[in-house]
T-cell receptor, first 113, second 112 residues
Framework: DTGVSQDPRHKITKRGQNVTFRCDPI?????LYWYRQTLGQGPEFLTY????????KSRLLSDRFSAERPKGSFSTLEIQRTEQGDSAMYLC???????????FGQGTRLTVV | GENVEQHPSTLSVQEGDSAVIKCTYS??????FPWYKQELGKGPQLIID?????GEKKDQRIAVTLNKTAKHFSLHITETQPEDSAVYFC???????????FGTGTKLQVIP
């Protein structure tokens, strides 16, 4: 499978716990995005990377959220001290060059109970 | 930053009829406009895109039009089929190092 891969597909966690998601982009895609999507809404931008550099982070993202892409390949998104409002689908996307098609993963559905 | 508005939020059509979804954007620097289809439980998938140097693009039953002056673009699906039922998102990309901004989505239901 050469598409964008996300792990896990589903995560249920208790409020206050930390969670970490992983995204493996398509090989050689230098741009990687994280989005959050709640039911009935479009993907909401969280952050994106050009290779290993984090170029932009949404102002909506609290300090509890952090993302890394240490070697310019896979990326992780960590949420600390989860809250019920963090329940959503977390999507990862990648693309190779500017203004080209972005490929999305299947997403990680987070449920905070 | 870029702001994208999308209408309608829901759309029901009879099988065989056409469906039109409209989007407006705010940043005149945006020069790439993709459309995505999202089926239940899956990530969005690109169905068609258009660049700012083109006014219209067609791919079988799907077409997209772009009016740069008015800053709006539209998705047209002709001869709709039940498998077209999904949520459709428009997006705008100002280019450079700026992010892609999505609309809020249109839930299309094709009634057999």
């Amino acid at each position: 499978d050469t598409g964008v891969s996300q792990d896990p597909r589903h995560k249920i966690t208790k409020r206050g716990q930390n969670v970490t998601f992983r995204c493996d982009p398509i090989s050689e895609h230098n741009r990687l995005y994280w989005y959050r999507q709640t039911l009935g809404q479009g993907p909401e931008f969280l952050t994106y990377f050009q290779n290993e550099a984090q170029l932009e982070k949404s102002r909506l993202l609290s300090d509890r959220f952090s993302a890394e892409r240490p070697k310019g390949s896979f990326s992780t998104l960590e949420i600390q001290r989860t809250e019920q409002g963090d329940s959503a689908m977390y999507l990862c996307a990648s693309h190779k060059e500017l203004n080209t098609e972005a490929f999305f993963g299947q997403g990680t559905r987070l449920t905070v109970v | 930053g870029e702001n994208v508005e999308q209408h309608p939020s829901t759309l029901s059509v009879q099988e065989g009829d056409s469906a039109v979804i409209k989007c407006t954007y705010s940043d005149s620097a945006s020069n790439y406009f993709p459309w995505y289809k999202q089926e239940l439980g899956k990530g969005p998938q690109l169905i068609i895109d258009i660049r700012s140097n083109v006014g219209e693009k067609k791919d079988q039953r799907i077409a997209v039009t772009l009016n740069k002056t008015a800053k709006h673009f539209s998705l047209h699906i002709t001869e709709t089929q039940p498998e077209d039922s999904a949520v459709y998102f428009c997006a705008a990309n100002p280019g450079g190092y700026q992010k892609v901004t999505f609309g809020t989505g249109t839930k299309l239901q094709v009634i057999p």
